[in-house]
Each structure stands twice: as C-alpha cells, then as structure tokens.
C-alpha cells in the first residue's frame, strides 16, 4: 500500500509542473519580433513605440504601434505610425498604416 501511495503522490507532483520559459527566453522572442517588425516597415528611421500586446494563443498573433518618417517625397518626411503584427507559430509580420490609431506628435 505505501508503494502505491507513494507512486501516486510521485505522478501527482511530476504531472503539475509548468514548463514556463525563461525570462531569458522572452527577452529574446520580444527583441526578434520588433527586429522583425522594423525590418518590414515600409517607414524610415522606424522604432517601437508600444509594448508587445499579446492576444490570445487562440489567435496566435502579437502585436507592436511602429513610428518612422514616410520615406516619399510626397510626404516631405511626414510622421506615420504602423501596426505590425507578429504571427508567433510561423514568425512572420504583417503590416498596415495605422496613422489614425494613436494621435500622433508632429
């Protein structure tokens, strides 16, 4: 009877333990995604101006508000923002002008 307890208490305590990663290891997801996310930003002088919003795992995407200055001349080197999302499971970017999303500092 103790060997059965004590496999059961072994299986109970061996099947809730999280396997969370390492604060080393989201440092460098976060530092991929916005190198990511700068690289395909059709804006020069392009930096990240919000944290990392997460959705849900059910979604599989995060996103990041970009800030660069429009490289065409027609623009005179005009402010603009844009929304880079990050699809995790595949580690790519989409991105879309997103000028109206936040007020923008001229």
Request: hydrophobic letters at 40%; a positive charge; aromatic letters at 6%.
């Amino acid at each position: 009877m103790k060997r059965i307890s004590f496999i059961l208490l072994s299986l109970m305590c061996t099947s809730y333990t999280a396997q969370a990663s390492s604060d080393d290891a989201w440092k460098k997801h976060d530092q991929k995604l916005k190198a990511a996310c700068i690289k395909a930003s059709l804006l020069k002088n392009t930096k990240v101006v919000s944290d990392i919003m997460p959705f849900d795992d059910r979604v599989g995407y995060s996103a990041v508000v970009l800030e660069g200055r429009y490289p065409q001349a027609h623009m005179k080197n005009q402010l603009g923002r844009e929304l880079c999302l990050w699809q995790r499971s595949k580690q790519k970017v989409s991105i879309i002008e997103a000028d109206t999303l936040l007020k923008l500092k001229k």
